[in-house]
């Protein structure tokens, strides 16, 4: 089944404790991007990436680091969380940059 | 600067009546525009999406969306609202310059009356 697969689903931590969000995606896609979904905000783009070893800053990329070594993972680092980091986290990738963008089902974070 | 606007954040039908969902847009050229339903505690589905040619785009699910560049916009309807799909809806853009970002509006949460 094509799918974008993220884990963990729910995670709760403490500022300043280094973590990764996992992101893989098995159809192929050559772009990949982050997004947090924060109330009354809609989705804001952290960061994204055009293909393997290629990555730029989306809109709100501050605390935030991501790598792309193979085309199907794309994780989401953050080094130093922080409270306002507390957000719904959504993966998502498309063959060409404007095709459709499938969406992972999401990572609920909150960061205590 | 680009941005989405959604004016509505909650709108309420009754289940059979006609759904119009407002999405306006700002962006200097032409967009590509797109709108999305997200279920409770679920991920994003594209909708529908409008790069080019004919301004009336059709959906799954029914839904169908305008695109009118005079007014910036972009509205989601459907004739006949069935109680699956209330649900949070979002209108989004691609920008499209030396990068590559799709900017979302806040959202339009659809409640269903039986």
């Known amino acids: 089944e094509a799918q974008v697969t993220q884990n963990p689903r729910y995670l709760i931590t403490v500022t300043g404790k280094k973590l990764t969000v996992t992101c893989s995606q098995n159809?192929?896609?050559?772009?990949m991007s982050w997004y947090r979904q924060d109330p009354g905000l809609g989705l804001r783009q952290i960061y994204y990436s055009m293909n393997v070893e290629v990555t730029d800053k989306g809109d709100v990329p501050e605390g935030y680091k991501v790598s792309r070594k193979e085309k199907r993972n794309f994780p989401l680092i953050l080094e130093s969380p922080s409270p306002n980091q507390t957000s719904l986290y959504f993966c998502?990738?498309?063959?060409?940059?404007?095709?459709?963008?499938?969406f992972g089902p999401g990572t609920r974070l909150t960061v205590t | 600067a680009q941005s989405v606007t959604q004016p509505d954040i909650h709108i309420t039908v009754s289940e059979g009546a006609s759904l119009e969902l407002r999405c306006n847009y700002s962006y200097g050229a032409t967009p590509y525009l797109f709108w999305y339903v997200q279920s409770p505690g679920q991920g994003l589905q594209l909708l529908l999406k409008y790069f080019s040619g004919d301004t009336l785009v059709q959906g799954i699910k029914g839904f169908e969306a305008e695109f009118k560049r005079s007014q910036s916009s972009f509205n989601l309807r459907k004739p006949s609202v069935h109680w699956s799909d209330a649900a949070e809806y979002f209108c989004a853009v691609a920008v499209m310059d030396s990068s590559y970002k799709l900017i979302f509006g806040s959202g339009t949460r659809l409640l269903v009356r039986p």
């Open positions: 998502a990738s498309s063959f060409f940059r404007d095709n459709e963008q499938y």
């Open positions: 159809m192929n896609h050559e772009y």
